[in-house]
């Protein structure tokens, strides 16, 4: 067994022997984002699971389908696609350098045009991403 899968069943065996069932959705979606991201750092390092080269993350973690991510739905860890949060235009936080690179899904959009800045006023669902100034379609 290597240290990756020695972490997640000790800290599974935490959080279970704890009994926290009033902090246990919180803590298991933590667990599963640090369990992602401790094995993006050891395949990184060069570290496999057993012999040879180690499959992606996700494969590792059991997610075969591609574009799917490992994620927790309140209450399991699943296999999904990821999702990003859904609002109004008027509702997207401030388009800054600290936000560069958030993604959200817009559900008012107007004549929406790829890589423009995106417009409210339609009924147009569409992903955008903020690039430091504005929110540009995608």
Sequence with gaps: MDVFWACVMVAMAIIWALGMAERKDRILKTLAYAVS???VTLMAAGHSHGAGAGPT???D??????????SYDG????????T?????????PTCN?????KMYFVTDALLPTSLAIVAAGGAVKIGVTCN???WIVQ
């Design 97 to 101: 350098s600290a936000a560069t690179g």
């Design 84 to 92: 990003r949060p859904s609002v109004a235009i008027g509702s997207l």
């Design 75 to 82: 209450t399991n860890l699943v296999c999904q696609a990821p």
């Design 37 to 39: 991201a401790f094995a």
């Design 61 to 70: 973690l059991g997610c075969t389908a591609a574009g799917q991510v490992l």
């Design 57 to 59: 993350v996700n494969i």
């Design 132 to 134: 430091g100034t504005n």
